[in-house]
Structures are given as structure tokens and as C-alpha cells.
């Protein structure tokens, strides 16, 4: 039998000992709570035929999380507003989210007693919306986008009036609160402890919550770090103009206090057909896939690993699985009515040489990060009228 068999039959039959006294003591993955089964998230190579021969990166499968990259921040800011007080036991968590944030907060709400609001628009997937309710989060759905602000501000302002209706409820303010950027620091000692050098992160940006925490520790522990960041072609993060962007998770048409600007190297901008692109041949080739993010991340992760030197070790971030797109992503539907099939992307991105050179919308790199004047004065940033406790 060929080594490959002979290893993918090895994890699938496990022989049968003849009683339970000879199972392993404690197998690795037994947990006494749900909140336990987050993290330690394992590391895939993804290589032919999905980059050239002899490349590859490792994708960081944050989707092998009971929700997604974002049960991690939940756990953590909801645990930190307790400790501080922020959040008095039993009070309400309200937030304002597309999705991975919501069901890690739901998680959170279940294991620390908390119901859950969640603040959502159109856009949110029927799918992610029945687990919610499923996990015992109420949801709200605003009908129509903040003329400036786009959806993004209109969940915000709901979130707002919400917190105004509750007294004691809490919001973790994901974009703001640095408590979501600390909450990756175990993310990045997996990440070290799994790939032992690492010289190329690449990580989407939506709050810049796991960039900036992944990206710190590592750049400690790697001086020499690159840090590519992927953000969406119409999102305001790294200094594009708002536009009407269908992909979810990654990009903004606000500025996340978050976002380590610092810290990246460069930007990609990646647009829905081209996300779209690489999330199904991802599925097809490797089977491990997810939607918008994902697509987008391993675009860019697949052209690192065909453009850098072959030696270098490159990791990509996943921040969750293919589930929630079955309807969107998945759908030949769904992508036929939005135009985005048959756009197999340029084997390399266009080129500008600073964010606000031309508007993208299209696969773009550009080697300037600077921190948009909006964000650095605070003009694209709404707090939440003082309510965000
Ligand atoms: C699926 C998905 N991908 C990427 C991101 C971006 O991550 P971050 O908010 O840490 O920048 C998010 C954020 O919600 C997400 O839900």
C-alpha cells in the first residue's frame, strides 16, 4: 500500500480494543464545556493543485471552532467586562454583527449566563440566523442602510437604542475594544508552536481584531515578519472610498480603532468573483474552504507562495468553514444573479502605489499602508453615543 493510504487509513480505523480499559486515558479532544473546544485549532497545508508545484502555505482552520475565529474574542471580552464589572451577571450582551461574532457570543451567553442580542442587516445568511435563534439569541435586523454609514452604521445606531432600552446590558463594541485584539495572542502561540518559523502571516481585516493580535505577538517572535493584510475592493479600512460591498466578515465602511496599521506590510483589495473563484477551488482541491474571507485570504496566500522564495513558510488565516455559504458562495444562483462565475482571477493582482491612488475594484496590491486620515482623526470612527458600556 502506498504511504498515503496507508496514513489516511491509519487515522480513519482505529483497531477496536477489546475493552475500554485499553482506550487512551484522555483522548486530546474531550472537553467538560463547550467553551473548552475553542481554540487549538489545527493547520492545513494547502498545496497542488491549487498552487504550482513545490509552493504551498498553511492554513490556520479557525472554523474547526464550535463557531468560528470569533468564539475566541466573545470568550474573552465577555470574560474581561465580568471581571471589570462592565457586565453584571445575567445583564444582556447586545452587538452589533454579520455573523461569526454573534454565534461566539451566543456561545459566550450559554456559558456564562447572559442572553444575547444581536444586531444584523438583509445581508445576514438565513443559515447563520437559525443557529442563532437556535442558540438562544434574539435578533434584530435593520431594514435600511445609514445614508454615510452605510448598513454598518445603521446596526450601530440600533445597538445604541437597544442599550438605551436596557440598563444593565453590556456591548462588547468588537471594532473598538482592545480586549478583541488580546484574545489572539494563544492564536499566534498556536501558530508558532505548529509551524515552528514563520515568515509570511496573511490575515483578512474586518475589525482588525486577529491581525492585530496574531501579527503582534508574531512579529516578536519572527522580527522579520511579512504581514499581508486582505480587505475587500470598496471598504474604507485601508483608505479606499465606501461602496456597496456584497462580500461579509472582512472590510468596513467605518475605521476600527483596531487595526494595527503598523504592522502591515502591504494590502491586498479582493473583489466577490475572485473570492468566489478561490473558495470553490479550494473546496474542489482540499475540501477545507469557507466563504468571502477565506476565498479572498487564499487568493492572495496562493500567489505569496508562487512569488516567494520557495524556502519561505506562509501562514494564512481562516477565520471559519464553508457552512454558512452554502446559499451565497456555494450557490450557482445566488453567484449567477450576482455575476460572479467565470471570473477566473489574473495569476497576479494589479499594483498601486498608494491606497488612494485609484478607486479598485478589482484584485489590487499596494506595498503603502498608512493610516487613512479619517481614521487617525477619529472622523470615520462612531462611538456608540456614549452607550457602549
Ligand atoms: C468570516 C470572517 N472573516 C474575517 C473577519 C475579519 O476578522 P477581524 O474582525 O478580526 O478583522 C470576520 C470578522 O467578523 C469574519 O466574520
Not at 480586549?179 to 515552528?196: N, T, W
Not at 518559523?197 to 491581525?211: A, Q
Request: charged share 20%; aromatic share 6%; hydrophobic share 40%.
Amino acid at each position: 500500500m502506498n504511504p498515503l493510504a496507508s496514513s489516511v487509513l491509519s487515522s480513519v480505523r482505529a483497531p477496536d480494543p477489546a475493552s475500554p480499559a485499553q482506550l487512551p486515558a484522555a483522548p486530546a479532544r474531550s472537553a467538560a464545556t463547550p467553551a473548552a473546544l475553542v481554540g487549538d485549532t489545527p493547520v492545513l497545508w494547502v498545496g497542488e493543485p491549487f498552487t504550482p508545484a513545490g509552493r504551498g502555505f498553511w492554513a490556520k482552520l479557525e472554523g474547526h471552532n464550535p463557531g468560528g475565529i470569533k468564539d475566541r474574542t466573545a470568550l474573552y471580552m465577555v470574560a474581561a467586562a465580568r471581571e471589570r464589572g462592565a457586565l453584571p451577571p445575567g445583564a444582556r450582551i447586545v452587538e452589533s454583527t454579520s455573523g461569526t461574532l454573534g454565534l461566539g457570543l451566543a456561545l459566550a451567553g450559554i456559558t456564562f449566563g447572559h442572553p444575547v442580542s444581536v444586531v444584523t442587516d438583509p445581508g445576514m445568511e438565513a443559515q447563520v440566523a437559525g443557529l442563532l435563534r437556535a442558540y438562544g439569541a434574539e435578533i434584530h435586523t435593520v431594514t435600511t442602510p445609514h445614508p454615510d454609514g452605510g448598513w454598518q452604521r445603521a446596526r450601530r445606531e440600533k445597538v445604541a437604542e437597544l442599550l438605551a432600552a436596557h440598563p444593565d446590558a453590556w456591548c462588547p463594541d468588537q471594532y473598538h475594544n482592545p480586549d478583541g485584539v488580546a484574545a489572539y495572542r494563544p492564536l499566534a502561540h498556536e501558530l508558532a508552536a505548529q509551524l515552528g518559523r514563520i515568515d509570511t502571516l496573511v490575515v483578512s481585516v474586518g475589525t482588525g481584531g486577529h491581525s492585530a493580535g496574531i501579527g503582534r505577538v508574531l512579529r516578536v517572535f519572527f522580527p522579520a515578519l511579512r504581514v499581508v493584510g486582505v480587505d475587500t475592493c470598496a471598504s474604507t479600512i485601508f483608505g479606499q472610498p465606501a461602496g456597496p460591498r456584497l462580500m461579509r466578515g472582512l472590510g468596513s465602511s467605518i475605521h476600527p480603532r483596531n487595526v494595527a496599521y503598523d504592522l502591515f506590510d502591504e494590502v491586498h483589495w479582493v473583489a466577490a468573483p475572485e473570492s468566489v473563484w478561490a473558495a470553490r477551488a479550494l473546496a474542489r482541491t482540499h475540501y477545507a474552504t469557507g466563504g468571502w474571507s477565506v476565498g479572498a485570504v487564499a487568493l492572495v496566500a496562493r500567489w505569496l507562495a508562487r512569488t516567494s522564495p520557495a524556502e519561505d513558510r506562509i501562514a494564512a488565516v481562516f477565520p471559519d468553514g464553508p457552512h454558512r455559504y452554502v446559499s451565497t458562495v456555494f450557490d450557482d444562483d445566488y453567484c449567477r444573479a450576482h455575476r460572479l462565475l467565470g471570473h477566473e482571477p489574473p495569476e497576479a493582482p494589479d499594483e498601486i502605489a498608494r491606497p488612494d491612488q485609484a478607486v479598485v475594484t478589482r484584485w489590487t496590491r499596494c506595498r503603502t499602508v498608512t493610516t487613512p486620515r479619517a481614521a487617525a482623526t477619529g472622523a470615520g470612527r462612531p462611538d456608540l453615543a456614549g452607550a457602549a458600556r
